[in-house]
Every structure is written in C-alpha cells, then in structure tokens.
C-alpha cells in the first residue's frame, strides 16, 4: 500500500510540475523542430559542397556550381543561427561569444572558457506621442519653438543653430619662443 501512496506522489509532482513549465512548449518544440531541419539542410549542403569540390579537384566539376553552393551553405549556416538564437531566448538562454558555451540568462561568466557574458540589452520603452526635436530626439512639451536641450529649431523651416553664424573669436597676444630653447 505505501508503495501505491508512493508512487501516487510521484505522479502528482510530475503532473504538477509539466503544468508549471511555460506556456511556450509549443513554440519551443516549433523552433526545436526548426533547428533541427535546418542542421539538416545544412548537412546535405555540406555533403554536395564536398562533392562537388571533389569533382572540380578531379578536372570534371563546374566553378559556378561550387560557387552558388557556397552562397547556399552561408544562407544556411546565417539561418541556422538565428533559429538558434531565438531558440536560446525561448529557452531563456545565452551563449558564450567566445567558445558558444550554452548558460543560463542569469550566467555572468562563461563557465566554460571564463570570458564575461554580455548583458541582454535593453528594450526600448514605447515613445509617447507628440514631436520630436529633429537635433537631439528630446520630446516638445509646449508651444517653444527652440529645444531646450540642444537649442534646435522645431519648425525645419526656420534657421538651424549649426546655420546660425557665430563671431570669429578675437586672436589672442602673440607668444614669442625664447631664444635659449633647447634643441
């Protein structure tokens, strides 16, 4: 009976842990299943890559057809690590630039090789509504006509502060070199 009531438990906790896990799954196993079609690809390009630079080696090969499979395996392998990459946010994690050591988002360090992770960059937030200073990018709060943080014009018909012209500053004494200076 205790073997019943254990293995009850265990049923329970995997039931409740495979309904805690995110709701992505499906997307996951969308990109899982991506990924793996693209290494795929990607292994029968190298495979005719090989053949047919085996056939040109040999005299009987074509350069253009070596050269459009060289441009399909780059479009695969660019593919490739996208889906790889969108896998790894899906999977909330980050890779290594310097070895591609696979570590959690909250990894600082590469475990692997020792390198600093970088940071995940950070989202924009949404602009609000309104315009813009077309100098700094500073939002218009009022009726100024001038940017109060670089002093632009917010009417692009009026004069630019760049465009505006500036004294010449005045010369300053002339300082003479000393005769004794050293050579």
């Known amino acids: 009976m205790d073997y019943l009531k254990e293995f009850g438990k265990q049923v ?20 899982n299943a991506e990924v793996k079609a693209a290494e795929d690809a990607l292994e029968k390009l190298y495979a005719r890559y090989g053949k047919a630079s085996y056939a040109l080696n040999r005299g ?8 459009d499979l060289a441009v399909q395996v780059h479009a695969a392998q660019l593919r490739l690590g996208e889906l790889t990459e969108q896998r790894d946010a899906a999977r909330q994690f980050k890779r290594c ?3 591609g050591t696979v570590h959690p988002s909250q990894a600082k360090f590469c475990s692997a090789c020792g390198k600093r992770l970088p940071d995940e960059a950070p989202r924009p937030e949404p602009m609000a509504e309104g315009e ?4 700094c990018g ?10 109060p943080v670089c002093g632009a014009y917010f009417d692009a018909s009026a004069p630019q502060p760049d465009s505006i012209s500036k004294p010449e500053p005045e010369p300053g004494p002339d300082i003479e070199e000393p005769d004794d ?3």
């Open 12 to 31: 329970s906790h995997v039931a409740r842990s495979v309904s805690g896990k995110p709701k992505g799954g499906s997307e996951l196993s969308r990109l």
């Open 60 to 67: 009987s090969g074509d350069t253009r057809a070596l050269e």
């Open 97 to 99: 630039p310097s070895c």
């Open 132 to 135: 813009y200073c077309p100098g």
């Open 138 to 147: 500073a939002l218009r709060e009022g009726g100024e006509a001038r940017c």
């Open 181 to 183: 200076a050293i050579d």
